[in-house]
């Protein structure tokens, strides 16, 4: 339901939705998929959805129809470009190479044409098995695990200022930045800004802009107030 939320508001904002990977569940729906979106301010205005996403719905998978609560993890980074500083030893990364798998896509075939790229040191995975060729999915790869590698860094770099502030950083799996119910009642709520929409399924079609307007004033006044904090000092 999120892939398809975020596909529809890349679609309409003329984002260029493409799909780099998505496998699919043990049962039903994706258990994980890459997208890259393409357009102006594209990460600028989508690291507002990075964080846990909560759902709260009458499962369809469940023949007794009761309430099921289940949660989805969303990761946003900037695509660095290949001339971007970056060191990576290549002896760091294992490539491996395997066929293409899915639901009938459009280049499945019977060659080693995926590639997944292991980065030893920091134990990131990164695989690409939708473009046309072993070459195309090898660069794609790369592109995709250099974005993955800055963001540690960036992570590591925000946990130093962290540190040094004082403030405590969760990182836990329960931490909802914003929950989707549709059942008893229908409403979206992101927990960070207080904003709210009662119109569930508008926001599921890709109407996120009101959560992402609220997140860029949060954040502006975030900002602003640690600023006025440190000047303080």
Not at 128 to 133: G, P
Not at 135 to 164: K, Y
């Amino acid at each position: 339901m999120l892939f398809r939320m975020f596909v529809r508001w890349g679609e309409s904002h003329g984002m260029q939705p493409e799909i780099i990977d998505e496998t699919e569940g043990e049962e039903a729906g994706i258990k994980s998929a890459t997208v890259r979106m393409s357009g102006e301010r594209a990460y600028g205005l989508l690291r507002s959805e990075k964080g846990v996403h909560r759902l709260v719905r009458l499962s369809p998978f469940d023949s007794a129809h009761r309430r099921h609560t289940s949660f989805a993890l969303v990761e946003v980074m900037p695509e660095i470009e290949d001339e971007a500083p970056l060191d990576i030893d290549p002896d760091d990364v294992r490539v491996d190479l395997f066929r293409s798998s899915g639901a009938g896509g459009q280049h499945v075939n019977k060659t080693s044409s995926a590639v997944r790229l292991t980065h030893i040191p920091t134990g990131t995975v990164v695989t690409c098995q939708n473009e046309r060729s072993q070459g195309q999915n090898r660069e794609m790869a790369w592109r995709v695990l250099r974005s993955r590698l800055r963001m540690l860094q960036e992570e590591a770099r925000a946990q130093t200022i962290a540190d040094i502030k004082g403030d405590v950083v969760s990182a836990e799996w329960g931490n909802q930045i914003r929950s989707y119910v549709l059942h008893p009642y229908t409403l979206v709520k992101d927990h960070r800004t207080g904003a709210e929409v009662g119109n569930t399924q508008d926001v599921l079609e890709g109407n996120i802009d009101p959560f992402i307007e609220a997140f860029l004033r949060y954040s502006v006044g975030e900002e602003t107030a640690d600023a006025t904090s440190m000047e303080a000092r």
